[in-house]
């Protein structure tokens, strides 16, 4: 797709994904249906506090899908929308994106984690924060659970140092899967001297 391409995409006039009305990419309404999910999520690893607005199914798979291709600025409109009301009342937490392996970002010419985090920043009035990088490809073929997570945590690296000590960050990715990604990258941020870490994700898949 050409950049004119995505450029028409993101100011033309879209169809609600969940009930066609035409204007936002999802209306209100829709967006407010979302189902939460049925079971809060636990914490695990350093991370204080895990959170994702919706399960990752219907029109949430389509509102990635857009995240991941055409319209993508106007579906992270939409999810980060969806997701101010979880972000901890009454602090000033950073807002920090969960970096995508390099290789996809690469391919797709933008990071989803990124726009959906600054998106939020903006809609939450908080400020937004690069200071995690992700360097090399992973080669999980056949790599168990423990060396995958090695390799993972070996493959972030936080920058920008002085404002992650004693910060209080939020991470946001698109997907909760596993966890292991925000996991890894509570792990390096406690370690650089965060003070508290959270994870706050659009969608969490429920594995069958
Ligand atoms: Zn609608």
Not at 28 to 57: D, K, N
Not at 143 to 148: M, Y
């Amino acid at each position: 797709m050409s950049l004119l391409d995505k450029i028409v995409a993101n100011i033309a006039p879209h169809d609600c994904l969940g009930c066609g009305a035409e204007g936002a990419l999802l209306c209100r309404p829709c967006l407010a249906a979302l189902p939460p999910l049925p079971v809060p999520l636990q914490p695990h690893g350093l991370l204080y506090r895990v959170q994702a607005r919706t399960v990752y199914r219907g029109v949430a798979k389509q509102l990635i899908w857009k995240l991941k291709s055409a319209g993508a600025q106007a579906a992270a409109e939409v999810m980060a929308a969806g997701m101010v009301a979880l972000l901890p009342a009454g602090e000033r937490p950073v807002i920090v994106s969960v970096p995508t392996a390099t290789g996809r970002v690469r391919q797709r010419g933008y990071d989803q984690a990124q726009l959906l985090g600054r998106q939020l920043a903006r809609q939450a009035r908080l400020p937004w924060l690069a200071c995690l990088a992700r360097s090399g490809q992973l080669h999980q073929v056949g790599a168990n659970r423990q060396q995958r997570r090695w390799q993972l945590h070996d493959s972030l690296r936080v920058t920008q140092r002085r404002f992650v000590r004693g910060a209080h960050i939020v991470l946001i990715d698109d997907v909760y899967t596993t966890g292991a990604t925000l996991e890894a990258a509570a792990e390096v941020l406690i370690k650089a001297g965060a003070a508290r870490v959270d994870g706050l994700t659009f969608a969490y898949t429920i594995l069958e």
